[in-house]
């Protein structure tokens, strides 16, 4: 094979140069925007979360600072705090821990269908309740993530999407505007070498045509020649 054969052309090394920008591209939307979605609203559930926990140990201080030797005791009180709080659809646990992190079994909800469902939940940083200067315990709040991952599988789908899409667009059609002037180059010089063949033909012509010429001019010399020295050899010989 020449070198001719194995030289690539234009529209080849700008492809191959393509591909890895395309595929770049297609993976950063596909991928790392649903990312970066699904760490801005997890870090907003957790914050969230750590909030819910926050106004449920203040409202237990206060249960705290009426009655300090019975607050953990408080169970009435204690599911009238949190029956606005656990309404809410994406808590599925509250948990109170004493001052040794064990469980206040009294002031500890779960809401029911969690408990059967495999939901993804996202747990807050606790709270510290605070009485006195002195911790007494503290408030973990867990949410559900599954509306986040149902966002998020909804962003990778559309993601996907757009960006197959864009990456084709950034592969396509340099490509194309750039085998489309490869034909138009090629065509040009096909056309440019029937023009030069055809050139070279009628010129091929004319120099036979004047060769044959040339050799009729010197065959008519050459006679001409013959005819004057015979012309003068009858004038020299005597009658």
Known sequence: MTDTGKRETFSQQLARRLFPLALAIGCFITFVIP???????FTRASTEAHSHAEMLAHDIRKLASEAPA????????Y?????????????VHIIVL???????SQYEHTRAESILSREFHIKGDPAPIIFNNRKIGEVEVTVSASSILLKTFIALMLCSILGLSLAN???RFPLRVTLKLERKILEYQETLEEKVAQRTVALQEALDRACILTE???AASRAKSQFLANMSHEIRTPM
């Open 169 to 171: 667009v950034v592969y």
């Open 216 to 218: 009729e001019a010197r």
């Open 98 to 104: 004493d001052e040794k992190k064990d469980p206040i």
């Open 35 to 41: 990312a970066i979605y699904y760490t801005v609203e």
């Open 70 to 77: 019975l607050w953990k005791y408080q169970a009435t009180k």
């Open 79 to 91: 599911a009238e705090i949190i029956h606005p709080l656990a309404s809410g659809q994406d808590i």
